[in-house]
């Protein structure tokens, strides 16, 4: 069933989930704030509700977006689209940044003091509530792109979100576990305080990198069969520079200097990074066939048959280009 033809209730069903989750997780961290800040920490309800406002107005945006393109009529060159994710990267932006903002100032506050398990005297969860509301953004990333894309896809672009919840979901999941290091009651380690700010950061910033692949994915064009050839190539350098690299390093080094060892995540990493990089091996001379193929330089330039279509466009629509039929009494003059 889909509403004007546009948005299935499926899909509208889950973006309204999707909304649940970012509250939910927004009134846990706020409560670990509150508890342990006091009422000076309820400010961080403002930048919540900014969330949700823009979270709102992107879906109703991409619903009459839906809507529009679906009653829009075929032509030999359709107005261009703005893709698989319609307006997703700016509600990830915007939700990652205040989520960053939360992570960062709760671990250098009071979140590594967080007792293992829950406590009535003190009166705020433990650790394992703190990682399962971090590690709610894993959940609302694979809703995100499960409720916001349109059901024209092709296989090519079913393949790039499949992909994408995949890739990123394990990443967010490695960041949760990451950030557990900190927690001194759980394994009762004191890390350096370099190494604490370098968690600490490449957590926020593998927080905000899906920012990446969603805003390519809102500028794929449905004018055109596939997405671009390229698209993995920039999320798989990101996640392999700026989380699988750091991660494996800190993670060696504290297995080095305090004998403590995640060693299921450490081969995660290890194995993402020879994968990323054989991935990238074998794609990159791909792209350059796949151009060859379809006609195209390096530059971009059009192909021959594309530029027919747009010359037989113009002409239709151009009257100084069509043919000029003669009159009756032209032909008899000539006749004569």
């Not at 977006?65 to 829009?72: E, I, K, L, S, V």
């Not at 699988?244 to 080095?256: A, D, E, F």
Request: proline fraction near 4%; aromatic fraction near 12%.
């Amino acid at each position: 069933m889909k509403i004007k033809g546009a948005v299935s209730v499926c899909e509208l069903a889950v973006r309204v989930f999707t909304g649940i989750l970012i509250v939910a997780q927004a009134c846990l961290l706020d409560y670990f704030m509150v508890t342990a800040q006091g009422l000076p920490a309820l400010g961080w309800i403002v930048a919540d509700l900014q969330v949700l406002v823009v979270f709102v107005c992107c879906n109703y945006m991409a619903i009459r977006y839906f809507f529009r393109m679906h009653h829009q009529k075929k032509t030999v060159s359709p107005a261009p689209e703005m893709g698989l994710l319609p307006y997703a990267f700016i509600i990830w932006i915007s939700y990652s940044i205040v989520l960053m903002a939360k992570v960062a100032y709760m671990f250098k506050t009071f979140a590594r003091s967080l007792p293992a398990e829950y406590t009535a005297m003190e009166g705020y969860f433990g650790t394992n509530m703190m990682k399962i509301a971090i590690g709610l953004s894993a959940g609302i990333f694979a809703l995100l792109i499960a409720g916001h894309h349109r059901s024209r896809a092709s296989q090519r672009h079913r393949f790039c979100l499949k992909w994408m919840q995949s890739h990123v979901v394990f990443e967010l999941l490695d960041t949760v576990e990451f950030l557990s290091i900190l927690f001194i009651n759980e394994d009762q380690l004191l890390v350096p305080f370099a190494v604490e700010n370098a968690i600490i950061t490449y957590s926020c910033l593998n927080l905000i990198l899906p920012f990446v692949g969603l805003y390519q994915l809102s500028s794929v064009n449905f004018a055109r069969t596939k997405p671009n050839e390229n698209f993995t190539i920039y999320q798989t350098l990101l996640a392999t520079v700026m989380v699988n690299i750091p991660y494996l390093v800190i993670r060696l080094y504290l297995w080095h200097t305090l004998n403590f060892t995640t060693a299921l995540f450490i081969m995660k990493n290890f194995i993402a990074i020879v994968g990323s990089f054989w991935e990238l091996r074998m794609f990159i001379p791909y792209c350059a066939r796949a151009e060859e193929e379809e006609g195209r330089d390096p530059e971009g330039k059009e192909t021959t048959e594309l530029k027919s279509l747009r010359k037989e466009e113009e002409t239709e629509t151009d009257p100084s280009l069509r043919l000029q039929i003669p009159a009756s009494d032209s032909f008899d003059k000539i006749s004569a």
